[in-house]
């Protein structure tokens, strides 16, 4: 498991006791140093990048507690440190938060008050980081290192992604469903000499054929029926900054034409405009299709193709790069929690090693889902492959038929005609699935896609 919390005390005895109270409450598991060197020494090695919590006592030899937080807070600013002291000296209490920990301790303290300090930093330090991340992509500031797995799988992705960053061509970004192509975008626009400047991204197979012109280019006041106010489009909206065309195999052949003028004269025109109007925008685009088969079958132009592809970037299956699937798993655990609210999760290693061996054939957006979900539904603070096992083989709960395997349908209209309520046609589901698991609630629970804690209300109200 990857959930450490470093406890840095001088005292041995100390330290034992308080690896025992964090394994036995909370089940994380400590990693440990003696004095303040040699707790940064532990920070840079390979374990070091696991820690997702310090505990820390000032008075110690070598290097003390203050001296060793000012280093940390510098390297680390997002790993919250709390401060342990046998003094009653309220000073010490003062400097410790102003050099950034986020709580204090006095010696000796109550197991129960640690276990729900440590809970508490624990939850402030995640959102921090969901909240810092989202804040950069937000503001256009969004850069590699943000990424997850940048050092592993995507190496040689991002190298060639930050050449991309240093100039200001047209990129074309290949990859499958679920790569994360946009996150690779926002990168490139994060670390180039536009950040800070807008980033708009467009769906264009999202887009109604007949509004692709206008949602792109804009349109005046009446340019059409329903045009009923005038409409900057979205290349303007990113002037300066960076568009970002997602799925630009879709666009029509006609928008295809007009593009092509974007990228030649940096302009564009307005449905109803009469005139062009000049814009000072980067062009990031990405398919899932083979484009140049497309141009072979006459489905898009070939000299829009070589002008959107100067700079092709090919973004990698999860499948080609397998170990960043922990690291992406502890990602989205972090941000579940961070979002929910909740405390955070650990997954164990058996689970972890269920999930790298799996195909994902959705990528990166299918594990997303998948730890969402097991998020939601699992009882434990600790996801086991139990968790994970039916949502990706489905062999551990047999399929539910309803129609030929149970004693009755669930009918969703009434003896006059009518549509059932929707409560009792989920009462009725949910009997119908205790009958088909023998009742067992945890299968029928899964089954149905609630928590089990969730089921066991619905039964009882």
Known sequence: M?????????????????????QRKLEYQSLEASNGREALKVMESEPGKDVKLIIMDIQMPIMSGMETLEVLK?????IPVIMLTGSKDINDAVWAMKLGAIDFLTKPYEGERMVITVQNALKISTLSREVSRLKSEKEGRFTFENLI???????????????????????????????????????????SSRAGKPFIAVNCGAIPSQLVESTLFGHEKGAFTGATDKAIGKFR?????????????????DTQVKLLRVLQQKEVEPVGAGKPISVNVRILSATNRDLESEVSAGNFREDLFFR????????????????????????????????????????????????????????????????NRAMAL????????????SLLSGKDIPTLNIVTETRQAINLITDDGGFKPMQKIEDEAIQLALEHYDHNITQAAKALGMAKSTFYKKIKS
């Not at 090693?353 to 994902?360: I, K, R, V």
């Open 74 to 78: 510098q390297k680390y600013p997002f």
């Open 378 to 389: 699992a009882d434990n603070n600790i996801l086991e492959l139990d968790d994970f096992s």
């Open 2 to 22: 990857s959930q450490q919390i470093l406890i840095v005390e001088d005292d041995h005895l100390q330290r034992q006791m308080l690896v025992t109270l964090l």
């Open 149 to 191: 797995g940048y050092e592993d799988g995507l190496s040689k992705t991002v190298t060639l992604g930050r050449k991309a960053a240093d100039c200001d061509l047209p990129v074309l970004i290949t990859g499958e469903t679920g790569t994360g192509k946009e996150v690779f975008a926002r990168a490139i626009h994060g670390e």
């Open 237 to 253: 909206e990113a002037d300066g900054g960076t568009i970002f065309l997602d799925e630009v195999g879709e666009l029509p052949l």
């Open 308 to 371: 959107l592809n100067v700079l092709p970037v090919h973004v990698p299956s999860l499948r080609e790069r397998a170990e960043d699937i922990p690291s992406l798993a502890h990602h989205f655990i972090e941000r579940f929690c961070a979002m929910e609210g909740g405390l955070p999760k650990d997954i164990s290693q058996k689970a972890l090693s269920h999930l790298t061996g799996y195909d994902w054939p959705g990528n990166v957006r299918q594990l997303e889902n998948i730890m």
